[in-house]
């Protein structure tokens, strides 16, 4: 699938880091938690099987794979920085933290409210981590976000 339309061509920076638990202890619940990336992965995909819109199932699946990249990319730091990529956040992640709306004008709107609200989480992450690297990161991931919200925003204008 051509991603193009729902990421960033930025590049991901290097991830060259220390070992540091409290690092990847910041990282666990913008990956596994319940406001995080494989919470929007399993939301996206759900959302992607039940939306009769072609177009709009299209574009769910899109930045449901984008969404992978950044958990596999999270993954990857929180074990260079010695951590275990346990699917978790505070607690293990449960598919109870999946948004299971069917109408199809609400979900997107609650899309763009946890695309605000996991920007706002990363934001706050930046400002706690110790290594320059893992701040690139995040904000590189905050740039899709961004461009997932605009997308949504297109989708909720055309309905
Ligand atoms: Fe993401």
Not at 1 to 8: A, F, G, N, P, W
Not at 66 to 85: C, F, N, Q, S
């Amino acid at each position: 699938m051509d991603l193009q339309k729902y990421e960033s061509e930025l590049n991901y920076p290097v991830i060259s880091v220390e070992k540091n638990l409290l690092d990847s202890r910041l990282l666990m619940p913008s990956y596994g938690g319940n406001a995080g990336e494989v919470t929007a992965i399993m939301t996206y995909s759900f959302q992607h099987f039940i939306c009769h819109v072609k177009e709009i199932a299209e574009v769910l699946h899109g930045i449901s794979i984008v969404e992978m990249k950044h958990m596999e990319r999270l993954g990857e730091a929180i074990t260079a920085l010695g951590g275990y990529p346990i699917i978790a956040g505070r607690t293990y992640w449960s598919g109870s933290a999946v948004n299971y709306t069917l109408v199809t004008k609400k979900f997107l709107r609650q899309n763009i409210l946890a695309e605000e609200t996991a920007i706002l989480n990363y934001e706050r992450t930046i400002l706690n981590l110790n290594q320059d690297c893992l701040k690139q990161l995040i904000e590189r991931i905050i740039v899709d976000e961004e461009i997932h919200i605009k997308l949504f925003k297109e989708l909720l204008k055309a309905i």
